[in-house]
């Protein structure tokens, strides 16, 4: 039988390609978006055209029991979830704190914290029983620095960060594995910071960062260190990390 992975969040930066990541290395790869159904398709078809394993699903994190109706319908019909990576991102863009009502506030907090919490609720103490097992999360540097204009988002990946510590004081003591990965960089992702920004202004950065120049974070070179850290010996375990280009200032240096 093969491992799982499963990816909530599967877009076509960093989740699809830590999917395909897993897929090359025998992994059954289980990917899950909000929407785009051939989008979807698309990243499933690639890692089978590769002959890889791959199954795609529909998963809309903010409705009550669909995290947890996802983690038993993997666990039953396909098999014990080995890696999960929790892709899911929260940012709505800069608002002043006078246009971030309050349900924009909470929507950021339950797509950063609150479903990553749920995930957790119902997928740990499966892998503690099992003695093993590996949750990733994938951050930004809105979780170790707040902004102007990132009342929710920093709010919410500040608490998604703190939840990570908790799960893994708890957790890593039983075999399962936690790592909090601070994205603190732009990634080249169409479907998520290409719609945040514009797609004119989006391929300005790429022509301008991308294209060899290795300015802009890589999701393929972002899924080797996930694959990585998902492998690491227990005697050497990473609980965080960040990642950004060789030519970008740290967070903590702005």
């Given at each position: 039988?093969?491992?799982?992975?499963?990816?909530?969040?599967?877009?076509?930066?960093v989740?699809?390609?830590?999917?395909?990541?897993?897929?090359t290395?025998?992994?059954h790869?289980?990917?899950?978006?909000?929407?785009?159904?051939?989008?979807?398709?698309?990243?499933v078809a690639?890692?089978?055209?590769?002959?890889?394993?791959?199954?795609?699903?529909?998963?809309?994190?903010?409705?009550?029991g669909?995290?947890?109706?996802?983690?038993?319908?993997?666990?039953?019909?396909?098999?014990?979830?080995?890696?999960?990576?929790?892709?899911l991102?929260?940012?709505?863009?800069?608002?002043?704190?006078?246009?971030?009502?309050l349900?924009t506030?909470?929507?950021?907090?339950?797509?950063?914290?609150?479903?990553?919490?749920?995930?957790?609720?119902?997928l740990?103490?499966?892998?503690?029983?099992?003695?093993k097992?590996?949750?990733?999360?994938?951050?930004?540097?809105?979780a170790?620095?707040?902004?102007?204009?990132?009342?929710s988002?920093?709010?919410?990946m500040?608490?998604r960060?703190?939840?990570?510590?908790?799960?893994n004081?708890?957790?890593?003591?039983?075999?399962?594995?936690?790592?909090?990965v601070?994205i603190?960089?732009?990634?080249?992702?169409?479907?998520t910071?290409?719609?945040?920004?514009?797609?004119?202004?989006?391929?300005?950065?790429?022509?301008?960062m991308?294209?060899g120049?290795?300015?802009?974070?890589?999701?393929?070179?972002?899924?080797n260190?996930?694959?990585h850290i998902a492998?690491?010996?227990?005697?050497?375990?990473?609980?965080?990390?960040?990642?950004?280009?060789?030519t970008?200032?740290p967070?903590w240096?702005?």
């Open positions: 039988m093969s491992k799982i992975c499963l990816v909530i969040g599967a877009g076509a930066g989740g699809g390609s830590v999917a395909a990541r897993f897929a290395e025998g992994y790869a289980v990917l899950c978006r909000r929407s785009d159904q051939e989008g979807l398709d698309r990243l690639d890692i089978k055209g590769r002959g890889g394993e791959a199954t795609g699903l529909l998963l809309d994190a903010t409705r009550d669909a995290i947890e109706d996802l983690v038993e319908k993997v666990e039953s019909g396909i098999g014990p979830i080995d890696v999960v990576l929790f892709n991102g929260a940012q709505i863009g800069d608002r002043p704190l006078a246009k971030t009502s349900k506030f909470e929507l950021g907090w339950r797509m950063a914290t609150f479903a990553l919490f749920r995930l957790a609720s119902a740990l103490p499966r892998m503690e029983e099992r003695g097992g590996t949750l990733l999360v994938t951050s930004a540097t809105a170790v620095r707040g902004n102007r204009g990132q009342h988002h920093a709010a919410a500040g608490g960060r703190m939840l990570c510590q908790s799960l004081a708890e957790f890593s003591p039983k075999g399962v594995h936690v790592a909090h601070i603190d960089g732009m990634i080249d992702a169409p479907d910071v290409g719609k945040l920004l514009g797609e004119e202004r989006y391929r300005a950065i790429q022509e301008q991308g294209n120049k290795d300015e802009i974070l890589v999701p393929a070179e972002i899924a260190t996930y694959f492998h690491q010996h227990r005697s050497a375990w990473t609980h965080e990390l960040d990642l950004r280009p060789f970008s200032l967070w240096n702005h």
